[in-house]
């Protein structure tokens, strides 16, 4: 089992920046995939991006230039630096983990997620 926790949601106003976090524990491995995922009132969750062990990164076309996912892997957590927000950008943000070092935009391929933290951008 792993835990994902995630922090750092918030209302913040069009054009800033917050920084979510994500800490995982348990049996995590050495090789692994974690990403951030997003769903909107009334919409599917979406895949936002993710990062492997090596720190080989991917991107949603919507949030490419404007947000970064980092990974500290000796703390077992990733990080996604969310900048120029925009109304749209409004979700709850879940962290989720997948063993092995592919990554996929779909979230059925992920073993594990967090709770979701919720980010307002107002206008």
């Known amino acids: 089992q792993v835990q994902l926790v995630e922090s750092g949601g918030g209302l913040v106003q069009t054009g800033g920046s917050l920084r979510l976090s994500c800490a995982a524990s348990?049996?995590?491995?050495?090789?692994?995939?974690m990403a951030w995922f997003r769903q909107a009132p009334g919409k599917e969750r979406e895949f936002v991006a993710a990062i492997n062990w090596i720190g080989t990164t991917y991107y949603a076309d919507s949030v490419k230039g404007r947000f970064t996912i980092s990974r500290d892997n000796a703390k077992n957590t990733v990080y996604l630096q969310m900048n120029s927000l925009k109304p749209e950008d409004t979700a709850v943000y879940y962290c989720a983990y997948r063993y092995g070092s592919s990554w996929y935009p779909e979230e059925r391929r992920y073993d594990y997620w967090g709770q979701g933290t919720q980010v307002t951008v107002s206008s």
């Open positions: 348990g049996r995590t491995f050495r090789d692994y995939v």
